[in-house]
Structure formats: C-alpha cells, structure tokens
C-alpha cells in the first residue's frame, strides 16, 4: 500500500489514490489532493460536498453515489459535474479522504 | 400480548413472521403482515422470463399461502408509520398498533427519476426484467431481434441483485449464438461503477468471461436522460457529463427507492426511502423497537434474497432479545451469497461478507459448490434454488450445512483453521 505526503503528513492511500485510512485525513490536505485532480480552487460548495461525503461514508460505511449526492448534498448533478468534472462520486471521494465508493463484488 | 406487525410479506417479511411464529406461543404474540398485494414474486426468476426459460406464472405464488397458521395477512396499502404512536395507517383508514415493527417492504422501482422514463410508456425499444409485465415483453422484443447493439444499463445504484445485469449480457450471449445470430449482435453493459467486478478477487477471476463471451464494458457512466429512437433510427443513453451510447435495444435497470410510504413517515427513512439500520442488529437507527430486514435497509449489503435470509436469524434472535428487555447482539455479518448464471448450463458461486470479499475455494466448506468458478453444479444449484426457495427459506428453515454467519473453511486466501482474518484488499476502515 503506497504512502503519499499531504500537507506534510504521510497517509496510505490504495493503488489509485483513495484514502485507505480516512482518519488520516485532514482539511488542510484537501486543497493539495484538489489540485492533483485538476481542481484549482476549493469554493464554499465544494466544502459542501466535501463535509457530505466525509459524513455519509461515517453513517453508512461507504460514500455516496451520484444520484444521493444530487439528492442530499444539496448541490444539484449539473453543480457536482461543475465542480468535479472528472466524475463527482469518485473524484470528491478522494478529496474527502475517504475510500473510493465500493460495488458489491 | 405482544403485537408484532410485519410489514411486506416478501421474501424478508414471509421468513421472519414463520420463524418468530415458531418461537412465540401464540398466547404470547400476535403475528400480522401486511402487504398491498397477494403475489409473492420469485425474483431471481425474472432473469429467465425473457429468454423463455420461466413464465411469470411459474415464479408466483400467493403470499398468504407462504406464511404459517397463526400468522394475519392483511392485504392493503400502507399510508404512514407514526413512530410516536408506534401506529401504522393503512390507506384503507385502519389503524394498526405495534410493540414490535418488522420493515420488509423492500425496494421500489422509480423510472420516473430519469429523464426519458418519466413517461407512462417507455421510448420504444428500452425494456427492463426488473418486473413481470417488464420481463415478458423483453421476450418478444428479443425474439424479434435480428441484429445490432444491445446495451444493458444500470442507472445508478443501489439496485437488487448487483449481479443479474452481468448474468442477463451472459444469457444474450448464450441466447443469440443459439440462434446462429451471434455475429450479428453487439452486447455492451454500461455501468456507473468503474468496472463490471470492483472487487480484487472477483476482477481476476472474472474479467476474463467477459471478455471471452465478447461483452463490451462501458464504466463510470451516470445515465442522465434516455433518448429513444431518433432520425438515425437508434436510441441512446446520455450521462450527465455528455457521453452517449446508441442502441438498437436497451434492457434499463431502472433507479431503485425505498417504498413510497417511507418517505410519508417521519424519522423513518432517508432520501430514498432506505432506512437507516444498525448493520449488525438490524434495528432501525431512531427506535429500537423497529426492525428492518432485506432491501428496504440502507446497509451496505447487496439487496438480495440470501441476504435476507442470513438476518433472519440474527433478526428474529434480536426481537427476541427485545421483547425480554435483553440487550440485542449485533451479530449479522453482512453474509451474502450469490449464483451467477453464465450462460451455456453453467453458472458461478460468490460468498461474501461485510469483511471478506468473494473468494475462491468450496462453500459451504471444502466439499461444496465450487467457489468463483463455472461449473454445471452451480447452474443445477441455481435452478434447484427455486424449490428450495419456497420450500425451505420462505418457510424460515435454515439450509442444512449452511449458517448465517459466513463459512470461513474451504475458502482460498483465509487461514486453514477458519478465524477471519483477511480484510478487503483496497483497505475499508469502519469510521466510529
């Protein structure tokens, strides 16, 4: 399992990035981890997400999908798509530090 | 005298009235289910229904007949759940009281929910098996089809059964080289996940069927809108971030919610009308004395058959516990276990846990169905299910051999002598 440095501070991450430890995670990581996905800037709505994510992988043991992120979050599928292009779920995913979102098998 | 209200007398609802009813003196507890309607569906029959191995008529049965002596059916709507009043409204103005609710309503279909399926009639040509009137009329449309693109789409998840999309591209596969057609007919599955199999085991093991059955793989698409057919002749499916892909015919596994009731009873559901369950006890998250079972749940299990089957054990032990003021034990383990038809008389074996992904090896130990592999057993095991189904499972019998918790022997990559040790390849630390 692969170590990478955020603000500082080595985490473990899976071979493709995502948090394996979310409780390694921190805020200040969040703007280094944005911008090696090719977000620029963290916006108040971006938070939004990022403060959802975090919250529903805490309540259910996994993040979101899509679909709960435009019904719940309180950002709309047409914002999310905005704010994380490469594909919202996986992408605010590894933002949030936490886990990419799992199918069954 | 206890009330014990069930409601949904699905698989989840039928199997726990029976086995509490066997627990409970009949002087002790009353038992009633309710549900809106007497037909009870064999589910994972759907899938064979449009390649005319099964007839709807054939999978159904009436509900009341599955449950035993003692227990009320009540076939009605349910308007809402009042916590406060541990009462149930149902839309026919009776008001029932509880000392024990049991939620096994399980899931709903909500086309609706996408664009291009809001309408009381589907684009031509976007079909779904995810219902009997659904499943008949692929039939026809398959029967029909003399060539071109098949796409098979799941819009988002949660759906029941996460393997059967990948089991139907398995039986067109099977189906259309029968017909000597084959050539003619391009199969692609596009899916919201990264990939048909997420999980390390099942990827290495698997992969390879699809692509040898030649079954193209579209990932990561959230499907926005469903566009029929149009000047070109073909429909398409459209993402949210603007990719598309054409059909000649899509079998659509629509958006799934929770029962409509839910949301019309607060404190009771989320946004989709799952609710919030204690993964381990199986209580309701906001009241203790409310119990959920199978896919009416938002845990993070598969919505499958088996899986209800496993918490029953756990469940009824639990509302046990409850009613005599014990604390509950919080002892499911998220047990799951799958057929996966493949086409040609075979069929794969999956079992899996909260804690363990799907593995290679034998189940329930090492002289068992082979595990993660096709074989001739597992698709006589598959077809031998629906007996067993209604004939030892409903009834809430437990499968000799088998328990609730998840068989540790016989399985390739845990320790020899059982205890659990292995946890999911990619990391999964619980939070809290």
């Not at chain 1, 493709?16 to 703007?31: L, R, Y």
């Not at chain 1, 979101?64 to 594909?87: A, C, D, H, M, N």
């Not at chain 2, 959920?292 to 029953?312: C, L, M, N, P």
Request: proline share 6%; glycine share 10%.
């Amino acid at each position: 399992m692969p170590n990478v440095i955020y603000a500082g501070q080595a985490v473990s991450v899976s071979d493709d990035g995502f948090f394996t430890d979310p409780s390694q995670w921190t805020e200040e990581m969040a703007p280094e981890i944005a911008r090696a996905e090719g977000i620029g800037q963290l916006t108040e709505l971006h938070w939004q997400v990022i403060k959802f994510m975090r919250h529903e992988y805490q309540e259910k043991g996994t993040g979101p999908t899509v679909r709960v992120l435009g019904k719940t979050s309180g950002v709309s599928i047409k914002e999310l798509y905005q704010l994380f292009p490469k594909g919202p779920a996986k992408t605010a995913a590894k933002v949030a530090g936490i886990p990419k979102p799992r199918g069954c098998i | 005298m206890k009330q014990i209200l069930i409601l949904g007398g699905g698989t989840g609802g039928t199997l726990v009235a029976n086995r509490l009813r066997r627990e409970l003196a009949r002087h002790d507890a009353e038992i009633t289910v309710v549900d809106q309607d007497d037909q009870h569906v064999y589910q994972p029959g759907l899938l064979f229904v449009p390649f005319g191995r099964a007839d709807p008529d054939e999978i159904t049965r009436p509900r009341h007949r599955q449950l035993h002596a003692g227990i009320a059916f009540r076939r009605a709507a349910i308007e809402r759940v009042d916590l406060g009043s541990r009462t149930v409204l149902l839309a026919d103005g009776t008001v029932l009281h509880y000392d024990v609710l049991v939620i096994a309503t399980g899931a709903r279909l909500v086309p609706e929910e996408t664009e291009g399926l809001d309408a009381s009639a589907w684009p031509e040509r976007v079909h779904t098996f995810y219902t009997p009137a659904g499943a008949v009329a692929l039939k026809d449309a398959l029967a029909a089809f003399e060539g071109g693109r098949i796409v098979v789409n799941i819009i988002d998840m949660p759906i029941k059964c996460p393997v059967a999309p990948i089991e139907f591209s398995f039986l067109a596969d099977w189906y259309f080289t029968r017909r000597g057609l084959r050539e003619r007919v391009d199969i692609t599955l596009v899916t919201p996940l990264d990939g048909a199999f997420t999980k390390a085991v099942c990827n290495r093991e698997l992969s390879g069927l699809l692509a040898d059955k030649r079954i193209n793989v579209v990932t990561e698409f959230n499907t926005g809108e469903v566009v029929g057919a149009g000047a070109d002749g073909a429909g398409r499916l459209v993402s949210f971030d603007g990719r598309e892909v054409a059909f000649d015919l899509a079998v659509v596994i629509p958006l799934h919610a929770g029962q409509a009731y839910v949301n019309r009873s607060p404190g009771l559901g989320d946004d989709l009308g799952f609710v919030p369950t204690d993964e381990r006890t199986l209580q309701s998250k906001t009241r203790p004395e409310v119990f959920v079972i199978g896919d009416a749940a938002d845990i993070r299990t598969s919505k499958a058959g088996s899986v209800a089957h496993f918490e029953g054990e756990i469940l009824v032990r639990n509302i046990l516990h409850f009613l005599a003021g014990e604390p509950t034990e919080p002892a499911f383990d998220g047990h799951t276990n799958c057929f996966i038809e493949s086409g040609f008389g075979k069929a794969l074996l999956i079992d899996f846990n909260y804690e363990v992904e799907p593995l290679t090896g034998h189940f329930p130990s090492r002289f068992g169905l082979p595990l993660l592999k096709e074989s001739r057993l597992n698709h006589a095991g598959k077809l031998a299910f629906q007996w067993i189904y209604w004939h030892a499972l409903l009834p809430g019998r437990d499968l000799p051999g088998v328990g609730s918790a998840m068989p540790e022997r016989g399985k390739a990559g845990l320790p020899a002598n059982g205890t659990a040790a292995t946890t999911i390849a990619a990391g999964h630390s619980r939070a809290g």
